[in-house]
């Protein structure tokens, strides 16, 4: 799997993840961006094209070293900075309430403990500050999700433990943001994959 995990998979996921169809997605989720940001999930900085201009920084989270030279353009020709910090958001090199908000695009469904990750970034979020996220998981209807349940074991092999199957708007619940406006729906593609949850939550204590 190194070799596939290293070399292949991340030239996959940015060609799966940058359609047209997600840019308006991209465009949206980050919207309301302000000050230093930290990004979990960076990959190959499909989202920097969208950073508003009220962004001063962004920090990046990303294990993916060939992620990280694919998105290297992409931030070199950005009107924002990218600092990439480390490789694992369960442990984020920065202090605590370091941060204005926070970006996950695609990431939740992928990490080992989304629980731990999404503590992590209350920790570095200030009081108030913005947790923007767009993540895919399961369907509300029975048979979509039927199949999500099949598919997830291969889908976890094929796509470095990606899940089908997790509730975004849950885990970001529980972890105690609140959250403040959010949509879903389906993306253009297979239902299995493209039930989308968009929305922006508040760390609040």
Request: with cysteine; net charge positive.
């Amino acid at each position: 799997m190194g070799l596939y995990r290293d070399h292949i998979l991340p030239r996959l996921v940015d060609r799966a993840c940058s359609s047209e169809g997600l840019r308006r997605w991209r465009a949206e989720v980050t919207s309301g961006l302000v000050g230093r940001v930290v990004e979990i999930g960076f990959g190959s900085g499909l989202n920097v094209e969208h950073y508003p201009p009220e962004v001063e920084m962004v920090m990046a989270v990303e294990p993916a070293k060939l992620a990280r030279r694919l998105a290297a353009k992409r931030a070199g020709a950005g009107t924002v900075p990218v600092r990439h910090i480390g490789l694992d958001g369960q442990a984020i090199p920065l202090p605590g309430s370091s941060c204005d908000a926070a970006l996950s695009t695609f990431t939740l469904c992928t990490v080992t403990d989304p629980d731990k990750v999404l503590a992590e970034l209350r920790r570095v979020l200030r009081g108030e500050g913005r947790f923007h996220f767009l993540e895919h998981g399961i369907a509300p209807e029975a048979s979509v999700a039927k199949w999500q349940r099949r598919f997830e074991p291969w889908q976890r092999r094929l796509a470095d433990g990606c899940h089908l199957t997790r509730d975004p708007l849950a885990l970001v619940g529980q972890a105690g943001f609140t959250v403040e406006r959010y949509e879903q729906g389906y993306a253009a593609g297979p239902k299995p994959w493209s039930y989308f949850t968009m929305g922006v939550a508040v760390n609040r204590a």
